[in-house]
T-cell receptor
């Protein structure tokens, strides 16, 4: 999607290893989000950011941490990956409360 | 819970027919958004309706909002095979991070 890029697109990792997913935007939007999507659960908010170095927890933040040192980058780290964190991870950005989100194409993470 | 709940979970119609999906929510809102997700892709913002609006149109899409019943509906008229996707609603409240919470969606299949 234009203006937002997620990397990597696919990743297979072993249980217990740390993993970092990157979300990069070129829109200079204030807000950034990480969601995970699993069958039967829809999209669930992990963490979000409302400015550089301003982040907060979402619904399912246990086992995840985030950092935002620049407006354009929002990193999601799985500190010690578990099989329950196998999922598709989506990043999203937005500017103002009354506008919608723009989503990235997703990262498919498999923890074996 | 701040998320929307879509109904039905799955819907199958013939091309040219209208498709109606419903969303219920539990909290007071400032706005409500609808998104579409094609298989394997990120969500795409379709339309936003504010809490003081009752109906909004965008092309073949019509969204209604009844805040007294805490419900919204998305109507797609003259459906096409390309409308096959999952549809999600996201109730919006005024909050720090402009964060939205999604349900599990309605899976729409349009049969050519």
């Amino acid at each position: 999607d234009a203006g937002i890029t997620q990397s990597p697109r696919h990743k297979v990792t072993e249980t217990g290893t740390p993993v970092t997913l990157r979300c990069h935007q070129t829109e200079n939007h204030r807000y950034m989000y990480w969601y995970r999507q699993d069958p039967g659960h829809g999209l669930r908010l992990i963490h979000y950011s409302y400015g550089v170095k301003d982040t907060d927890k979402g619904e399912v933040s246990d086992g995840y941490s985030v950092s935002r040192s620049k407006t354009e980058d929002f990193l999601l780290t799985l500190e010690s990956a578990t099989s329950s964190q196998t999922s598709v991870y989506f990043c999203a950005i937005s500017e103002l409360a009354q506008y919608g989100y723009t989503f990235g194409s997703g990262t498919r993470l498999t923890v074996v | 819970s701040q998320q929307g709940e879509e109904d039905p979970q799955a819907l199958s119609i013939q091309e040219g027919e209208n498709a109606t999906m419903n969303c219920s929510y539990k909290t007071s809102i400032n706005n409500l958004q609808w998104y579409r997700q094609n298989s394997g892709r990120g969500l795409v913002h379709l339309i936003l309706i504010r809490s003081n609006e009752r109906e909004k149109h965008s092309g073949r899409l019509r969204v209604t909002l009844d805040t007294s019943k805490k419900s919204s509906s998305l109507l797609i008229t003259a459906s096409r095979a390309a409308d096959t996707a999952s549809y999600f609603c996201a109730p919006g409240r005024r909050n720090t991070g402009n964060q939205f919470y999604f349900g599990t969606g309605t899976s729409l299949t349009v049969i050519p």
